[in-house]
């Protein structure tokens, strides 16, 4: 059997075709879901609260898209089935569209609240 030299170019191959399988160590890692600081309902902000409390009684919701499924897709949070987590907007002050904050509600009552638009989650401790 013929042995060839690694060349940068051959791991370069090797590397996006890994990259493209999601093989590796980065691949692996990203899909871990972060283990997460709480942070108590009282100390979330003012919005927050109140599309907290919207939640629990039903509505009525500001804004079109809340209630709808959150996919998870960055698997930041616990996998859970299609459907199990639902999101909300928590309005931002001074800022026209829907902003950056969310609450997402867990199937079995969970609640997590990112205000980075999903890069990192707090579980809401009540």
């Known amino acids: 059997m013929r042995h060839y030299p690694m060349t940068k170019f051959r791991l370069l191959i090797i590397a996006a075709v890994m990259l493209q399988l999601g093989v590796g ?3 692996a890692r ?4 972060a283990k997460y600081v709480a942070v108590d309902a009282a100390d979330l902000p003012t919005e927050a609260r109140t599309t907290l409390a919207l ?29 199990y987590y639902k999101e909300y907007t928590v309005p931002t ?19 997590f609240y990112t205000g ?11």
Not at 30 to 33: C, F
Not at 72 to 82: A, G, I, K, V, W
Not at 116 to 123: E, I, L, N
């Open 25 to 27: 160590v980065g691949a």
């Open 30 to 33: 990203e899909h871990k879901p």
């Open 55 to 83: 939640i629990k009684k039903g509505g009525p919701f500001p804004y079109q898209r809340d209630g709808v499924v959150f996919g998870n897709f960055e698997r930041r949070l616990p996998s859970n089935d299609r459907g």
């Open 93 to 111: 002050p001074g800022v026209r569209d829907r902003g950056a904050r969310r609450i997402i509600a867990g199937g079995k009552g969970e609640y």
């Open 116 to 126: 980075d638009h999903y890069k990192t989650f707090r579980r809401i401790r009540e």
